[in-house]
């Protein structure tokens, strides 16, 4: 029997996309609309959601990096979106409804955090946030009325990690959809259906694009769920376009290599950041000392290319740090091949009262690197230089 393709392999080539020329790199349908010979065609189109008709329906260069993305997940079906943002509405908004409630992570993604505390009250939702780091937390949390649980892991700002199995099991059990963040975590290190959860999303803007030049998301999960998303898609409009569904099928390819660097790169860094006399404290997943360390070994193949330090020092200290670094950017967002740092607490979280701010665990001087490919023997040099 044929062996089952390996990650890389399904990276590089899994889907279809029919070219007559035998085109290996796939051609982009730039086009919003497609011309069908008859109406019956154009009516057998429609009704498919796969097939050539209207980009906002299904686009060939579309529907290539969402098979791709199933196959990496172990999906059945998977749709592409605009955003990683438009990924998260999308699986939120086709399960719940008015006078349900949710259970989520506390330490979710800011735009996430703001979709269940502050846009889906205002249409009947209710969301609890919780500690995910004990799954006692979630099972607390859960109603009668429970419809959705929300995972995210490994998350900011200290890496928190969730045990996914535990959680996806009580979800199942209370009759909620489980939906998992995988964004950070990419499906080379976890594989969040196989764990239990019922749908994965995606920011693709970060590693699965993997190059910090495009905007994407998606969701993967079992075919069921197909006819719901698409229908947010058509009515809410959040629909990826072909140009950057090839920039991800470009990218893509090589996510599971560079996941594997990034993962060592992060590691090394990680080490090399404990022992700085000038660092407080680091926090990454694959240090034994860190409170999801056991957690992250059960679900993670590795732990992933995002890590947070704090420099003795505060706020001051903090801001001339991530202004010295050479290579390392100060830019938002993770994931590229480009190695990135924020300073929260002088840059995103500028405007957020300290106490609160520090209550979210974002201390003065925490620094998050999202270390990109470049040789790690430079990163750890641009560290020392800027900490000195
Ligand atoms: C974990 C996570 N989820 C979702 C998002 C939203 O993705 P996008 O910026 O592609 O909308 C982000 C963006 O930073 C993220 O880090």
Redesign the pocket.
Same mark, same amino acid.
């Given at each position: 029997m044929a062996r089952k393709p390996g990650f890389n392999t399904l990276a590089a080539h899994a889907g279809e996309l029919a070219d007559p020329h035998g085109a290996v790199s796939p051609p982009i349908y730039q086009t919003s609309t497609f011309a069908f010979p008859t109406v019956e065609e154009g009516a057998r189109r429609a009704a498919s959601y796969s097939e050539a008709f209207y980009t906002r329906w299904a686009n060939p260069t579309v529907r290539l990096a969402e098979q791709r993305v199933a196959a990496l997940e172990g999906a059945e079906a998977c749709v592409l979106t605009a @955003? &990683?943002?438009a990924a998260?509405s999308v699986a939120v908004l086709s399960v719940v409804r008015a006078g349900d409630h949710v259970v989520c992570a506390e330490c979710v993604?800011s &735009?996430?955090f703001e979709l269940f505390g502050r846009v889906l009250p205002r249409l009947g939702i209710q969301t609890t946030f919780v500690d995910p780091t004990d799954p006692e937390n979630y099972a607390r949390a859960l109603r009668p009325n429970t419809r959705l649980v929300y995972v995210?892991t490994p998350a900011n700002p200290v890496l928190a990690i969730t045990d996914i199995r535990a959680v996806a099991e009580l979800s199942r059990a209370a009759g909620a959809v489980c939906v998992a963040?995988n964004?950070?975590a990419t499906p080379y290190n976890t594989q969040p259906l196989a764990l239990g959860v019922d749908v994965v999303v995606h @920011?693709a803007?970060?590693y699965l694009g993997g190059h910090h030049h495009l905007?994407l &998301?998606a969701v993967a999960g079992p075919a069921s769920f197909l006819p719901g998303w698409r229908e947010q898609l058509r009515v809410f409009g959040g629909c990826a376009d072909p140009f950057s569904a090839w920039l991800l099928l470009t990218g893509i390819q090589t996510v599971g290599l560079r996941v594997e660097r990034q993962n060592a790169t992060a590691r090394a860094l990680a080490e090399f950041l404990r022992r700085h006399p000038r660092v407080e404290r680091v926090y990454y997943p694959g240090l034994a000392d860190h409170p999801g360390h056991d957690v992250a070994r059960r679900q993670m193949r590795g732990f992933g290319g995002v890590l947070s330090f704090e420099v003795a020092g505060g706020l001051e200290a903090g801001r001339r740090v991530v202004e010295r670094l050479r290579w390392m950017k100060l830019a938002v @967002?993770l994931g590229g091949v480009h190695s990135l740092v924020t300073h929260a607490a002088s840059t995103t979280h500028v405007h957020v009262p300290r106490e609160e701010r520090l209550r979210a665990g974002i201390s003065d001087g925490l620094i998050r690197v999202a270390v990109g490919i470049e040789d790690p023997e430079d990163l750890l040099e641009d560290l020392d230089q800027a900490l000195a």
């Open positions: @955003s &990683g943002m998260v993604y &735009g996430t995210e963040d964004t950070f @920011s803007t970060k905007v &998301g @967002s």
